[in-house]
Structures are given as C-alpha cells and as structure tokens.
C-alpha cells in the first residue's frame, strides 16, 4: 500500500489525532502496519478478517469477529485504513471505560433496538463459552440471564442492565488492545 501516513494530509492527520487515541507519529505507525496488512497500492482492497485475526495482538480473542464486523465496510466486508485507526482507537487502554460499555452493548445489538434479547445474548454467550459448553448449556445460561427478576423488561436487557451484568473488568480485558508500534 505504500506509506499510507504520508498519503494523508496534514489537517487529516491533525483530525485523526483530535479523534483518536494517537498522536499524529502513533497514526503514521499504524497506517504503516495497516499498510503491511493490506497489499494493494493505495488501501483500497482493505484487509480481509482472516488477516485481522492474524494480528498478535488480538489473536485468541473471539469478540475480535464482531469488533471487525462493526468497523468493516459493509459491502466489501473488509477493512479500509481509517476504520483500522478508529477500531484500534476503541480498543486502546486510553479508550474511557463508558465508551467500551457502550460499544460492547452495540456491536451486540444487532437489530438496533437498544436491548439485548436471546439471539443477540447467545451468540455473545457461544463465542466465549464455545466449544466448552454445550448449546443446551449456552441456551440455559442465556435464559437465566434473560429471566431475572430485576431486570425492566423480561427476556431483555437494556444498556443499564448490560453495564450492571457485565463486569467492567471483562470489558477492559475483551476490549483492551495495546498495540506494538516500535
């Protein structure tokens, strides 16, 4: 791709750097990396899941399939360089914790309904805990979940009942990259 830092201008950058987590000398680092990741000239063919899913430092993660889904580009599926900045922005350890709950319950809310129901909490359910549990086990944990007495509506979740149910300490460890730039 080329050096794609230097393919952007400077107010970009200097946008870039207001928005992110980076400063402008972290920006070019990455779109260097991006680069490294994406071959074609210019970053237009963008990098396909199975190379983010290669990269060390979310290797392992299985939340990585969705995080990837939220920032790729629909049509193509895969990643240009600008979302590759602003994905790796969220999951910097500088990213506030409200931010990440935030993002967490809306890469999950795939219907944009503002609550989580059973597919949604599934599917969450059965990338962490998958192959270790079984679908029967996954579908009854998902349930009790569901089906609390304290929860506004039953069988959902709203955003505040996502943050109370989901330790702040599971969302920094899924949703915490710290990428290598040297």
Do not use: W
Not at 15 to 28: A, D, G, M, P, Y
Not at 80 to 96: A, C, I, R, V
């Amino acid at each position: 791709m080329g050096n794609q830092g230097s393919v952007l201008s400077e107010e970009k950058l200097q946008e870039l750097e207001k928005s992110t987590n980076f400063s402008v000398k972290e920006i070019t680092k990455i779109l260097k990396r991006y680069g490294a990741l994406d071959g074609s000239p210019n970053g237009e063919e963008g990098i396909p899941i199975t190379k983010f899913l290669n990269i060390p430092e979310v290797v392992g993660n299985p939340i990585m399939l969705c995080v990837f889904a939220k920032f790729s580009d629909p049509q193509g599926g895969n990643l240009g360089p600008e979302p590759f900045l602003l994905l790796f922005s969220m999951l910097h350890p500088d990213e506030p914790m409200d931010k990440k709950q935030k993002f967490a319950f809306d890469m999950l809310d795939v219907d944009n309904q503002e609550q989580l129901g059973f597919e949604e909490l599934f599917s969450l359910h059965k990338l962490l805990y998958s192959p270790a549990l079984s679908d029967q086990k996954i579908s009854h944990l998902t349930a009790q979940v569901l089906f609390r007495d304290d929860l506004a509506m039953p069988g959902y979740i709203n955003f505040d009942e996502f943050c109370q149910l989901v330790p702040v300490s599971e969302i920094k460890s899924r949703l915490t990259v710290q990428l290598q730039l040297s």
